[in-house]
Nanobody
Framework: VQLVESGGDLVEVGGSLRLSCVAS????????IAWFRQAPGKERELVSV????????DYADSVKDRFTITSDKSQNTVWLQMNNLKPEDTAVYYC?????????????????WGRGTQVTVAT
């Protein structure tokens, strides 16, 4: 299984970015993909997660109403649209897959991870 993120960049406060996560080698079509982020000196935290089969999703309180997660099962791709970005959104963003589905916020339940993409929101 391989996950490849893209779309990270340097953006000004209030700006927008769209992250992509492309998955390959998945053993079946029933899985959830999440976006986590980790800033220097901070713990990894879940940003958003989507069950690709049902389209059910969930978000961290800090990003609700600003970020939107979507997926295309036929392309094995998940996107994270990030609007009204704030300096506290600065982090490395990782996508991860949970092959047992669910909408877990616990990073330990995720089976495979991408290498991450850097998002920097300049003040």
């Amino acid at each position: 299984v391989q996950l490849v993120e893209s779309g990270g960049d340097l953006v000004e406060v209030g700006g927008s970015l769209r992250l992509s996560c492309v998955a390959s080698g998945l053993p079946h079509e029933y899985y959830a993909i999440a976006w986590f982020r980790q800033a220097p000196g901070k713990e990894r935290e879940l940003v958003s997660v989507i069950d690709v089969s049902s389209d059910a999703s969930d978000y961290a309180d800090s990003v609700k109403d600003r970020f939107t997660i979507t997926s295309d099962k036929s392309q094995n791709t998940v996107w994270l649209q990030m609007n009204n970005l704030k300096p506290e959104d600065t982090a490395v963003y990782y996508c991860a897959v949970d092959l047992l589905q669910g909408l877990s916020f616990n990073y330990k339940e995720y089976d495979y991870w991408g290498r991450g993409t850097q998002v920097t929101v300049a003040t």
